[in-house]
Structure formats: structure tokens, C-alpha cells
């Protein structure tokens, strides 16, 4: 079967390798129908981050269950299904709580990346997502929208339903990539009045608007700052959804919060040392980080992208073939395309 491989920064190819199988009773292996690049493949391709050559690639995916282990009696062969990347096992104390992105039994390891025709995938019976009927009664912009609850909607989500976002808030949203903009999404769901996106890029500023920002703003550091405050009279906000992870993005979150707000951060941090003093003098809450997938799936997202509700696909702009991951990852790295999707 063909996988997409990382050779080293900036150069991505397709190689063939043994195909996906159960190696525990608790597997599913999944025939791929559709995949994707994400914004934190950048790190590794652009060789800000190590990863190994001749390491398999890709972290989310739609598909149709091929295979299960003897212990999965909630799918079954033949189950159109969400892969999201948390593999949560549904019964830790974790889980239980709603955090699936950081349950107690992830297993770390080798594993076939999703950006593959077939793919393995851990703790099978509680984190796939069953999607009602088959890929082929939905249209190409239905299967994009099931495809961001893998990953980049139910980011979007997080960073918004940490902060705590509640109805008739004032929210600012960091970052325009495509979790930035599911953030917007987010937002919107939980009931925010106002919706302030941090955008600099035309294409990505009318997606946000049409998501449901309010207003744009264009600015960057302190100049973004005095425009928050200018359109809150200087009260400042609500809520944040950081969902970039520069050091920059997290000091303007702070600067933007109105003292008692809370910044939902999904941005994987870039600096490892933050002064935190800022958050304590104005009494302001950090939250955040590895989405709980399959939990807002099962919860809110799954049944918003059936009804029509919300359309977060509209974040994929270009489309590939798998033999065309270099030019996929190349569009993403040029910003040429807010989010590359991958046909099967």
C-alpha cells in the first residue's frame, strides 16, 4: 500500500509499505477515503521540529472500517467513520472527564500515519466516530466537513469551550490558520456576540467573516492590542482561542483580556519559558491544549456538520492526490492553500 514518508525538510514522497493489520484486539484498520495536511506538519517539514526520515505522515482522517479486533463491538467492517488523531480509550478516569486527548492508555509507537491507504488505529471501539451511511451519500463538500472532526474543528472547539465561552461573550480568536478559523466556528456555537479575528490575509479574513467573526483586525503585537480596546472601549475581552503557540500570540491573548477572562490555547507552544506574572495580577485563566476529539464529535460537532450547521470544510482550498503530497505540503507551506486536502 502507498503511505506519504517525510525524506527530510521540504521534501515529502509516497512509498510503498506492507498494508495495515490488527496487531491488537483492541485495532481497527481503516481504508482511507479522505486525509489531509495539517498547520503542526509544517513544524517537522520546515525542520523546526526532528522527525525521522523515512518516518509515515499524517494525523487525520475519514474512512471505511476494513478490519477489527476481537474486543471492538462498537464499529464494525463496513462503518463509515471519523479517525481522530486522540485514540482514547472511553473508560479512563481521563476520558471519563472529557479530555480523550490525553487518555491514561494512549500508547505511543509506531503506527501507520493517516496520510495512507490503509491505516491501523488504536482503542477502535470508543474513539471512531460512526458516521451515518457510507462516503458515497455525501457530497465532496460533506466529506470535508467530516474530515475537520478528526482534528482541526474539534481543535477550534477546544480552545473555545476552555476558554469558556458562553453566550453574549466578546471573543478574540488568535491565529487564521485553519484551527484559528474553526475557533471562529467554535465560538459561534457556544454563543458569542462578538467575534474579533486576528487575520492579515484577505482569502482567510472573508472565510472568518463568513464563519462568524464579527470584525477583523489586521494588526499584529501592540498595534492589535490598542484596536481590541478601541473596539471594547477599553475594557477589553471575554474570551481568547490562542491557536497559534508563538510567544508573541500568547503575550497579546494576555494584553487583549479584560482582567477574570480565560484563554483557551491550542497553539502548540513554540517557547518553552512564559512569564506568567501578567496572569496573576489580572486574575486572567490559561487553559488548553490536546483537543478532546472524539468527545465534541460524539457530543456537538458530528450532528452540526449533518444538519448543515456549521461547514468547517470550507478550510480546505486545494485538493490532491496522494502522489501529490509534495505539492501538497509545499501549497500549505506557501500559504497557497489554508489547508491541503488528500483524495483517495
Not at 482511507?32 to 513544524?43: E, F, H, I, K, T
Not at 487525520?60 to 476481537?70: D, F, K, P, Q, T
Not at 455525501?138 to 472532526?149: E, P, R
Not at 471573543?171 to 466556528?185: F, H, K, N, Y
Request: net charge negative; aromatic share 8%; with cysteine.
Amino acid at each position: 500500500m502507498k503511505v506519504a514518508t517525510f525524506i527530510q525538510p521540504y521534501e515529502m514522497t509516497v512509498t510503498e509499505t506492507e498494508k495495515s493489520q490488527i496487531e491488537e484486539s483492541t485495532d481497527a484498520v481503516i481504508r482511507v477515503v479522505r486525509a489531509c495536511v495539517c498547520g503542526s506538519d509544517l513544524w517537522w517539514y520546515r525542520g523546526i521540529s526532528q522527525k525521522e526520515s523515512g518516518t509515515f505522515a499524517g494525523h487525520e482522517a475519514i474512512g471505511v472500517v476494513e478490519a477489527v479486533g476481537s474486543d471492538v463491538t462498537q464499529v464494525r467492517p463496513g462503518d463509515f467513520v471519523v479517525v481522530p488523531f486522540t485514540h482514547g480509550c472511553g473508560h479512563c478516569a481521563t476520558c471519563k472527564a472529557g479530555f480523550d486527548g490525553n487518555c491514561q492508555h494512549y500508547q505511543s509507537g509506531p503506527i501507520i500515519g493517516y496520510q495512507a491507504e490503509y491505516m491501523r488505529y488504536r482503542n477502535a471501539d470508543w474513539a471512531l466516530v460512526k458516521i451515518p451511511g457510507q462516503p458515497e451519500d455525501y457530497s465532496d463538500d460533506q466529506l470535508k466537513s467530516l474530515l475537520t472532526l478528526s482534528d482541526v474543528m474539534a481543535t477550534g472547539f477546544h480552545a473555545a469551550k476552555t476558554a469558556e465561552v458562553k453566550s453574549g461573550d466578546t471573543v478574540v480568536v488568535m491565529g487564521d490558520g485553519a484551527v484559528g478559523l474553526c475557533g471562529v466556528i467554535g465560538a459561534k456555537l457556544l454563543g458569542a456576540d462578538r467575534i474579533i479575528a486576528m487575520s492579515k490575509y484577505p482569502d482567510r479574513q472573508a472565510l472568518a467573516k463568513e464563519f462568524g467573526a464579527t470584525d477583523i483586525i489586521a494588526e499584529r503585537g501592540d498595534e492589535a492590542v490598542n484596536r481590541v480596546m478601541e473596539l471594547t472601549g477599553g475594557t477589553g475581552v471575554d474570551a481568547i482561542l490562542e491557536c497559534v503557540g508563538t510567544e508573541q500570540s500568547v503575550d497579546t491573548a494576555i494584553n487583549v483580556a479584560r482582567p477574570g477572562a480565560i484563554i483557551g490555547r491550542v497553539g502548540i507552544p513554540q517557547n518553552e519559558n512564559m512569564n506568567t506574572n501578567q496572569l496573576f495580577f489580572k486574575n486572567i485563566g490559561l487553559r488548553g491544549g490536546i483537543a478532546s476529539v472524539t468527545t465534541f464529535d460524539k457530543e456537538i460537532l458530528l450532528e452540526a456538520v449533518l444538519s448543515g450547521q456549521i461547514n468547517p470544510g470550507k478550510v480546505f482550498t486545494k485538493a490532491f492526490a496522494l502522489d501529490e503530497i509534495q505539492a501538497a505540503y509545499e501549497a500549505m507551506d506557501k500559504r497557497e492553500a489554508i489547508k491541503s486536502l488528500i483524495v483517495f
